[in-house]
């Protein structure tokens, strides 16, 4: 029974994924069902796979206390790639825990390293919204990265652990596939898909989006037939072949979609509210409500615009 003046913690931050796994709910901003890190408890220590942006620090804390963990018993941190929503939290956490080794692609580790480019770059998009929406991004000491090209196996909270190349998102995107559950650690590159709900959407902010890259990128996650996807939009995602097919299909429209618009007599903002639009139609017409609303306010559809612009106009589009 709860007594007058008592509070009361209604947040739900872990959630079981697999023997030795946890979901935990980052509750990013107070919205929860967006960001998702994954726990890994084993020998050697426990890892986080993408411990999420500063500003969902105490929510981690609190996650890995219901855990009886602290971020001190963290061994690892394996870094899908090193956008804010991802990797913002790591130097905050490695100045936490100065004996964590942090797993990320090496054309990544250099920006966290020094990641003055990637702020400079993050402040153009988001601007004076920076600090409140990412909070602090500490650099990492060059003694606390392992830098990986993919294809390697490490081991990590006892257990092993095959690495990816897999850009197409971002040039420097990496996938884990833990052999002990046959869950693939996929970050973007397998898209957005909310509460294991039907419908996955391809995430392609600039400057990045390769349409081939992606693809091949998807190939790979085909090849290792995982029995389960995690993604960080958000969590566990069953019913792996149906999701990479419907995703590839989607991300092959909007880029055709995107193509065409370039073709239009409008500006740029005019193209992507058109974009914007017609994914906001295709998301009634598929969702409920509140899962359409969930999505549009939450998946960067006109930054996706933006980002498949790009793409085609570096290769001679538009």
Not at 249 to 255: I, M, P, T, V
Request: hydrophobic share 40%; charged share 25%.
């Amino acid at each position: 029974m709860t007594r007058v003046g008592e509070s009361v913690d209604p947040v739900v931050r872990c959630a079981p994924l697999a023997e030795g796994a946890t979901t935990i709910d980052l509750h990013y901003l107070g919205r929860p069902g967006w960001i998702a890190s994954a726990l890994l408890e084993g020998e050697d220590g426990p890892a986080l796979v993408d411990p999420g942006p500063a500003t969902s620090l105490e929510n981690l804390r609190a996650a890995l206390a219901e855990r009886g963990l602290a971020v001190t018993d963290l061994s690892a941190l394996l870094l899908t790639h090193i956008h804010l929503d991802h990797a913002g939290a790591t130097g905050s956490l490695v100045r936490e825990n100065p004996a964590l080794r942090v797993y990320v692609h090496e054309r990544g580790a250099r920006h966290l390293a020094d990641p003055s480019r990637l702020l400079e770059s993050a402040r153009r998009i988001y601007r004076e919204r920076m600090d409140e929406l990412w909070g602090e991004f500490l650099p990492v000491p060059p003694s606390n990265l392992v830098a990986l090209a993919g294809g390697e196996t490490i081991a990590v909270a006892g257990r092993r652990i095959e690495t990816a190349y897999t850009p197409g998102h971002a040039s420097h995107h990496l996938s884990f596939l833990d052999t002990r559950t046959g869950i693939a650690f996929t970050g973007d590159i397998a898209g957005i898909r909310l509460g294991n709900r039907p419908f996955a959407l391809p995430p392609g902010p600039p400057p990045d989006i390769d349409v081939e890259g992606w693809r091949a990128s998807l190939a790979k996650l085909r090849a290792w037939a995982p029995q389960r996807l995690f993604v960080t939009h958000f969590g566990p995602a069953d019913g792996v072949a149906a999701h990479l097919d419907e995703l590839e299909a989607r991300l092959l429209d909007w880029a055709e979609r995107v193509r065409r618009s370039l073709d239009e007599d409008a500006s740029d903002e005019a193209r992507a509210d058109r974009f914007t639009a017609a994914v906001a139609e295709e998301l009634r017409h598929h969702l409920p409500p509140d899962d359409a609303t969930a999505y549009f306010t939450n998946a960067g559809i006109r930054e996706s615009w933006y980002g498949l612009a790009r793409y085609w106009r570096t290769r001679g589009g538009g």
